[in-house]
């Protein structure tokens, strides 16, 4: 299984992204998706989360309203659509499946495999 994301970039405060993340296979009905942020000197965080039977959660109060999550089935992709950014929004942004259970989580752990991320930085 490959998770690879897209999108990230440069832009100033205020502007929009839309990040992609693509999965090369689900054999499994029951699966979720999740996007991560890590910025500089910090531990990685759960921002939102799209389930295969559960819909969307948010994790993050900071990026409630700014952030969010939608999915294409066909092509196995998962959108995070990042409204309003801010320079503290800088981070490197990973994609994250967990393949075999449809319950979300913003906890590192409970995930299987992960992309290589996608730098997002947002100047002031």
């Known amino acids: 299984v490959q998770v690879v994301e897209s999108g990230g970039g440069l832009v100033e405060a205020g502007e929009t992204l839309r990040l992609a993340c693509v999965v090369s296979?689900?054999?499994?009905?029951?699966?979720?998706i999740a996007w991560f942020r890590q910025g500089p000197g910090k531990e990685r965080e759960g921002l939102s989360c799209?389930?295969?039977?559960?819909?969307?959660?948010y994790y993050l109060n900071s990026v409630k309203g700014r952030f969010t999550i939608s999915n294409d089935t066909a092509k196995n992709t998962v959108y995070l659509h990042m409204n309003s950014l801010k320079p503290e929004d800088t981070a490197v942004y990973y994609c994250?499946?967990?393949?075999?259970?449809?319950?979300?989580?913003?906890?590192?752990?409970?995930?299987?495999?992960w992309g290589q991320g996608t730098q997002v930085s947002v100047s002031s």
């Open positions: 799209r389930s295969s039977k559960y819909g969307n959660s």
């Open positions: 296979e689900i054999d499994s009905d029951e699966h979720a």
């Open positions: 994250a499946l967990r393949a075999r259970s449809a319950l979300c989580s913003e906890y590192v752990p409970f995930y299987d495999y």
